[in-house]
Nanobody, 119 residues
Framework: QVQLVESGGGLVQAGGSLRLSCAASGRTDSLHTMAWFRRAPGKERAFVASISWSTGIPRVTESVKDRFTISRDITKGMQYLQMNTLKLEDTAVYYC????????????WGQGTQVTVST
């Protein structure tokens, strides 16, 4: 089992920055990929970015790839999402997710952290 806890969300003005953190605990040695998803008001949950736990190779969805950066620190069991030049449409609940090496699906999820971008 892996437990995930997000932090770092909040209220920010458009054009500002936030860094989300996700602390992983438990069987982190089994992790294959970690990721961030988001659910905007009235929309389905959507993929934002992922990172290979072992290699650090990132993947970021096209719509935010020039503004968001994903990273991880294996020694601390942490992954991060640096979000710059935030826009109103980035308002969402952001979820940390993890996929173990024995499962193709993201079956570990955090509770989510709210990011609200205001004018």
């Amino acid at each position: 089992q892996v437990q995930l806890v997000e932090s770092g969300g909040g209220l920010v003005q458009a054009g500002g920055s936030l860094r989300l953190s996700c602390a992983a605990s438990g069987r982190t040695d089994s992790l294959h990929t970690m990721a961030w998803f988001r659910r905007a008001p009235g929309k389905e949950r959507a993929f934002v970015a992922s990172i290979s736990w072992s290699t650090g190779i990132p993947r970021v969805t096209e719509s935010v790839k020039d503004r968001f950066t994903i990273s991880r620190d294996i020694t601390k069991g942490m992954q991060y999402l640096q979000m710059n030049t935030l826009k109103l449409e980035d308002t969402a609940v952001y979820y940390c997710a993890a996929r173990p090496d024995w499962n193709p699906a993201f079956n570990y999820w955090g509770q989510g952290t709210q990011v609200t971008v205001s004018t």
